[in-house]
């Protein structure tokens, strides 16, 4: 198509530029399927189906798949053009790692106060991608019961008391079957090309299934990465 000039002869920034939309896969599987390893494996500490020396194997196994599988995700989701799923991820990420590193240099079964401390700030993060990602509440609702087995394990932390330590492993197991249940069924949606599971979308997100092409990229050159700031 040739480029039109306007009356002074100029040409038309919009009839020059052209945006490049790359399909990818739904990163958020990936990292929710993450999240479940995560938090199963120190739900299973806190609870005592394991014994405390086994918190370094946990801790192996989180910043081996649990830490890059949700790195992976966080990128892939801000490539997706969905700043939720990047920043959540992204935030899960660093809190887990964060928590693997720290556990495996301490003593087995001690608590740790500054962890705590960087749990309760993480819980605060997570609220961000709660709040922001409404329009999908299955993903939102698993943010938000991240933040509060966050705020829970944060206390534990803190305070070393049995109560809370048994309450982060409870919490823990709730988030994980959230978790499980939000990554199969953005699975299936994504396999499929149509929901299969209800992921309670609403708003904006309604019909990300069913909206036709012009619905999906109309709001593209108000993006970050075509918009001229952030």
């Known amino acids: 198509m040739s480029p039109h000039t306007r009356g002074d002869g100029a040409v038309s920034p919009t009839d020059v530029t052209r945006i490049v939309v790359r399909p990818i896969g739904t990163p958020l599987p990936l990292g929710l399927l993450g999240l479940v390893v995560a938090t199963v494996g120190f739900s299973a500490l806190q609870l005592g189906w394991l014994p405390p020396d086994q918190g370094s194997v946990v801790a192996i196994g989180v910043l081996a798949l649990t830490v890059p599988a949700q790195l992976v995700s966080a990128l892939y989701g801000f490539m997706a053009r969905d700043p939720v799923a990047g920043t ?37 993060a997570m609220l961000v991608p709660t709040v922001a990602g409404a329009t999908k509440l299955a993903a939102a609702g698993v943010m938000g019961l991240t933040a509060v087995r966050f705020v829970v394990t944060g206390m534990a932390e803190i305070t070393g008391a049995q109560g809370w330590i048994s309450a982060a492993g409870v919490t823990g197991l709730v988030l994980a079957a959230a978790a499980l249940y939000a990554a199969l069924g953005f699975e299936l949606e994504d396999a499929q090309h149509r929901t299969v599971l209800p992921l309670l979308r609403r708003g904006s997100g309604a019909d990300v299934m069913t909206g036709s092409v012009e619905d999906e990229l109309r709001a593209i050159p108000h993006e970050a990465g075509v918009r001229k700031r952030l």
């Open 88 to 124: 959540g991820m992204g935030v899960l990420a660093g809190t887990w790692a964060a928590a693997g590193t720290i556990t495996l240099a301490s003593q087995p079964g001690a608590s740790s106060p500054g962890l705590g401390v960087l749990f309760l700030a993480a819980a605060a």
